[in-house]
């Protein structure tokens, strides 16, 4: 069996464990549970908690003291037990211990699973930058699979859909122990920092990665919003007669898969645009592409407006992958090779912690301040976002210093 080949389950795994609850949890909370909004915003932002401190954390432990296929296999196993739990549960406090340590073991294994995929990759002499991106969007088609399986066989209302994830996550976790060793880099002389797997903070000392990693967090802002508020604002529209039947209310969850569809055909152009404009345009595109994102679902609905959304669902594949695949091979490259499991942990702290956080707060701001009397005007809240993306359109290649030379040896990353 190849290593492509099983790096390829390894990552089909990964976000499968995501994608059979991300998208559907809220609809489970809400109808069947009876979380009112704030509950549920609260629920979801227990990604956001976790990846400010477990990412890095686990990226220490990994750069320091136990091998990272091991570390990513122990959190999938911790995980999947936090699942099964919450799937009995009923109150909103518990429910919210369990998806709180749920996320605290399974939103560092996003990072670990990259970081696992570098080392075996350039163990076995191939590129990262040229092999890593085909063999990641199989981890999208994972993610599809899971919320096609949770919809079509009557589960997003179901804690079913939780024991489908944990499933997936054990045998993950099995998987994970029969990976090629990715043991940490021998350093007998540390320092103090060295010891507690600080010096991937040390990037922050460079001007370059500083602003890229602030553009980052910016950048998982406007992630946090697609995902706390896309369903949502498609549910709505079954309050309109004219809406009520229509595919994009009855099946919200498939109309948003195409959203992941999309990241499979963008995550394949990224060698090429990498090599071709580097990291720089690259982002610029991603943060156009939120533009955009944003822009239609504002002017889209179910109906007459359904092409509308249908490109804002394909646009998102720019938006996610240009800015989070291409993001995280470029702290790759970045950072030392003795720091890469905490600097990739870093990435997740900036982008789905810190990001997310700060997303959730103000983003739920911008939705109470358009809503009057329960009802929401979706129209003002997208495009509101969409200026906010277009304001770090305009600001990020004013402050990002960087010069992609396409004939270098490494033409997608120059230090």
Not at 135 to 147: D, H, L, N
Not at 209 to 234: D, E, K, R, T, V
Not at 272 to 284: A, D, P, W
């Amino acid at each position: 069996m190849s290593i492509k080949f099983r790096l390829i389950v390894m990552n089909f795994l990964e976000f499968f464990v995501w994608g059979a609850w991300l998208i559907s949890l809220g609809g489970y909370m809400f109808n069947v549970l009876h979380f009112n909004g704030v509950q549920v915003g609260s629920i979801y932002g227990t990604m956001g908690i976790a990846s400010i401190f477990t990412p890095a954390l686990f990226g220490i432990v990994a750069d320091r003291w136990l091998n990272a296929e091991r570390v990513l296999g122990l959190c999938h196993f911790i995980g999947a037990g936090m699942l099964i739990w919450a799937s009995t549960l009923h109150d909103y406090g518990t429910f919210y211990v369990a998806m709180l340590l749920n996320s605290f073991f399974f939103m560092p294994t996003i990072a670990l699973n990259n970081t696992v995929s570098y080392i075996i990759l350039e163990r076995k002499h191939l590129s990262v930058i040229k092999d890593f991106p085909p063999i990641r969007v199989w981890g999208t088609v994972g993610f599809v699979c899971a919320m096609w399986l949770v919809d079509l066989t009557g589960c997003s209302l179901s804690p079913l859909q939780l024991y489908i994830s944990a499933g997936a996550g054990v045998i993950l976790a099995i998987y994970a122990f029969t990976m090629p060793p990715c043991a940490p880099v021998p350093n007998t002389k540390r320092s103090f920092a060295s010891s507690l797997g600080l010096d991937a903070f040390t990037l922050f000392r460079r001007r370059k990665m500083l602003i890229f990693f602030i553009y980052a967090m910016l950048l998982g802002f406007a992630l946090q919003i697609s995902n706390a508020f896309a369903s949502g604002f498609l549910n709505d529209f079954a309050r309109d007669a004219r809406y009520a039947d229509s595919f994009g209310v009855r099946h919200s969850v498939l109309l948003i898969s195409i959203s992941q569809i999309s990241e499979t055909l963008f995550i394949l152009t990224i060698p090429f645009f990498l090599r071709r404009f580097g990291i720089k345009q690259v982002m610029i595109m991603s943060i156009f592409a939120w533009v955009f994102r944003f822009g239609l679902f504002g002017i889209g609905n179910p109906g007459s407006g359904l092409p509308f959304l249908v490109l804002s669902m394909i646009v998102y594949g720019m938006a996610f992958d240009f800015f989070n695949i291409s993001g995280s091979l470029f702290v790759e490259r970045e950072a030392d090779i003795k720091i890469r499991a905490s600097a990739q942990g870093l990435f997740m702290l900036m982008t789905n912690g810190f990001g997310a956080w700060i997303g959730t707060y103000i983003s739920g701001r911008v939705v109470d301040y358009f809503t009057t009397d329960g009802v929401k005007d979706w129209h003002s809240i997208w495009l509101t976002f969409a200026a906010y993306a277009l304001a770090l359109g305009i600001t990020f290649p004013l402050v990002f210093r960087y010069k992609h030379d396409p004939t270098a040896a490494t033409p997608a990353f120059q230090h």
